[in-house]
């Protein structure tokens, strides 16, 4: 029997999955990205993230179970996604749904992802949902594929 996936919007009680998600070592090891210590992370999430009404904040519920988030936010002129499940959820087709129905919600184009370049399921997971990459970026130590959706890059 398939999952039910569905987005609505962030309530309190996720941000405790959220940090969860951030800390699960094999995820810190495929997207190259620290996680946040407790107070540094709430408090990112509660002023940049929730505090900034041009941001698109969903998260992601899978049979009633927060199971990750997706975000648009503007860095400068690119609109930008990203996005973070919970390991249980990977594999198994629920990011390419949960990232079809954020498509459909998020309609700024040209829309930009840039994931490390060794994270091959996420960049996968993109280019399902019709990204293209388009060359690569380094954001400190960290190469990073850059694939946008629609526009020109």
Request: charged fraction near 25%; charge should be negative; aromatic fraction near 10%.
């Amino acid at each position: 029997m398939e999952s039910s996936v569905h987005l609505r919007d962030v309530e309190p009680a996720d941000l405790e999955f959220f940090l969860a998600y951030e800390h699960d070592p094999e995820a810190v090891r495929r997207s190259r990205f620290p996680p946040r210590e407790r107070e540094a992370f709430m408090a990112h999430w509660t002023s940049k993230v929730l505090g900034d009404p041009a941001n698109l904040v969903q998260t992601v519920v899978v049979d009633g179970a927060t199971a990750g988030n997706i975000v648009a936010w503007w860095d400068g002129e690119r609109r930008t996604i990203g996005y973070w499940l919970g390991r249980p959820y990977w594999g198994r087709g629920i990011g390419t749904r949960a990232l079809t129905a954020f498509l459909e919600r998020e309609t700024a184009r040209p829309l930009y992802a840039d994931p490390v370049a060794g994270n091959t399921g996420s960049v996968r997971l993109l280019e399902k949902c019709g990204f293209t990459a388009t060359g690569t970026e380094r954001h400190g130590e960290n190469e990073h594929v850059v694939l946008v959706l629609g526009g020109s890059a």
